[in-house]
């Protein structure tokens, strides 16, 4: 169309629309787009999503979930953190942490980890790789920095003490009996405690006392009571496959921070806390366990029917108390606008343990008081924004 026909009146208007229009249509070519909430397209939960994926490939078992979480959030953090001190990528920093410390804890899928980095990076156009590649040189300096603090928390240890025995002691219900899981764990290094003994539980009841008679005779009445609802929580909360409880953690937690909005920093230091604070959670109640060597309840009374497995370890305290606990007092406290939903959601993983015939009240009771000490010295510790985290224990 000529100049001068954009000039006829009868044609203004027409010709105004389709100059407003494409303005606003150029516009919006040139606006990027906006991801929902739900999408959590950040690299942390991107990597995230990934370890459990690797955890659950491998069945590596309850507290080597823990461990992977908490160690590989660590790193990603102290890589942000280092990366933004430098001014590059956060993203790239989260990836070559991630991907540095997965590869350590599961060598056999280093191929496939490497391999993953590489197409994040082959996917990004030139001049966005060049920051990229930067901060991923500087997570993979975090990652590895992290990956010698894991070398050295004596996790693979091995335990060097002798099973007790009687009837007032834990022994194995597994046929043939099997050797006691994470002996030694009590024995890890942490990263906001100082040492596990210090949360250590207070001593039960005797067996032989009427106050462990009483705890006793509460599973066998839930058991000989036991409702479809009481079931079915006691099969949510086992956790035997896939991610396990640690993997069911991560995601309620990446989930509501993808919600609220949370930048690849504050979901990163959110994700170490918590998952911190659930590994510290774990060796407190281990140390406790292999102190006291608390029979189960079905050893204390054969007749009490179970809803799931029985773990071969000690009953006193209960893991599931310790490190759900823990979780949801430390979620509760950094999420916005909880109202104490996680907390309560804890407290239903350590309740499912008793409906489920393997754990005494007093196992919760004592877990909790664990999780809350431990989420306390956690929350007073912190992870700062601003300067790399690195474990405190002994």
Request: hydrophobic share 40%; charged share 15%; glycine share 8%.
């Amino acid at each position: 169309m000529k100049q001068s026909e954009l000039l006829r009146p009868r044609s203004i208007c027409t010709a105004f629309l389709a100059l407003v229009l494409g303005a606003l249509l150029g516009g919006c070519a040139q606006a990027p787009l906006k991801s929902a909430p739900w999408a959590a397209s950040t690299s942390t939960n991107q990597w995230n999503d990934h370890a459990t994926d690797l955890i659950a490939r491998n069945a590596v078992g309850q507290f080597p979930a823990v461990r992977t979480l908490a160690y590989m959030n660590l790193a990603i953090n102290n890589a942000i953190v280092l990366a933004s001190a430098d001014g590059l990528a956060s993203d790239g920093a989260a990836a070559g942490a991630a991907a540095t410390v997965l590869a350590h804890l599961y060598p056999k899928e280093e191929q496939a980890i490497t391999a993953r980095l590489q197409r994040e990076i082959q996917a990004l156009g030139p001049q966005a790789r060049t920051p990229y590649l930067s901060g991923v040189e500087v997570g993979r300096r975090a990652g590895a920095q992290v990956v010698t603090w894991a070398q050295a928390d004596r996790n693979s240890e091995p335990w060097t003490g002798t099973l007790p025995s009687g009837p007032d002691k834990w022994s194995s219900r597994q046929q043939p009996p099997g050797p006691p899981l994470g002996p030694n764990l009590g024995n890890v290094r942490t990263f906001f405690m100082l040492s596990a003994a210090d949360y250590r539980a207070p001593p039960p009841p005797a067996t032989g006392s009427e106050a462990f008679q009483a705890e006793v005779r509460q599973v066998r009445t839930v058991a000989d009571n036991r409702t479809n609802s009481q079931i079915r929580i006691a099969q949510y909360w086992e956790n035997l496959t896939g991610s396990y409880a640690a993997g069911t953690w991560n995601s309620v937690a990446r989930s509501a921070m993808a919600a609220r909005g949370f930048d690849e920093a504050s979901t990163a230091r959110t994700l170490a806390l918590m998952h911190m604070a659930s590994f510290d959670a774990n060796v407190a109640c281990h140390d406790s366990k292999y102190v006291y060597w608390v029979p189960r309840p079905t050893q204390a009374d054969p007749q009490i029917t179970l809803a799931i497995g029985v773990p071969n370890h000690p009953s006193y305290p209960s893991n599931h108390a310790c490190i759900s606990g823990a979780i949801g007092r430390v979620l509760d406290a950094t999420l916005p606008n909880a109202n104490g939903m996680y907390e309560a959601m804890g407290r239903q993983a350590g309740e499912s343990r008793v409906y489920a015939g393997i754990h005494y009240p007093m196992d919760l009771d004592a877990g909790f008081d664990i999780a809350h000490k431990v989420a306390a010295r956690a929350l007073q510790v912190g992870v700062a924004k601003d300067k790399a985290f690195a474990p405190l224990g002994r």
